[in-house]
Nanobody, 124 residues
Framework: QLQLVESGGGLVQPGGSLRLSCAAS????????IGWFRQVPGKEREGVSC????????SFADSVKGRFTIFRDNFKNTVYLQMNSLKPEDTAVYYC?????????????????WGQGTQVTVSS
């Protein structure tokens, strides 16, 4: 069974950092592009970042550029989202998703497999 599991969310003060992990089981991530998305109640799911299957292409939403980085460790079958200089507006449930092929997209509709999400709360 193909499964993605996010971890690393939590409560952090403004200006703090968190590292989210997206671990795959039941399949290898080597051939999948991975995206990170976030959603708050009443709003559309937003693409945050993505990384191609090779790791050579990354993309970021304007709202997180310069603060977030994404990288993958195919040996650990895991993709990470490093979030620095967090702001209250980053508060959301964060999801990772996988799509076959090498492309990297911030469009949630491009992705086939989804994790259950992890809550990130930025508050003092």
């Amino acid at each position: 069974q193909l499964q993605l599991v996010e971890s690393g969310g939590g409560l952090v003060q403004p200006g703090g950092s968190l590292r989210l992990s997206c671990a795959a089981s039941g399949f290898t991530l080597d051939y999948y592009a991975i995206g990170w998305f976030r959603q708050v109640p009443g709003k559309e799911r937003e693409g945050v970042s993505c990384i191609s299957s090779s790791g050579g292409i990354t993309s970021f939403a304007d709202s997180v550029k310069g603060r977030f980085t994404i990288f993958r460790d195919n040996f650990k079958n895991t993709v990470y989202l490093q979030m620095n200089s967090l702001k209250p507006e980053d508060t959301a449930v964060y999801y990772c998703a996988a799509t076959g092929g090498s492309s990297c997209s911030l469009g949630w509709y491009e992705y086939d497999y989804w994790g259950q999400g992890t809550q990130v709360t930025v508050s003092s």
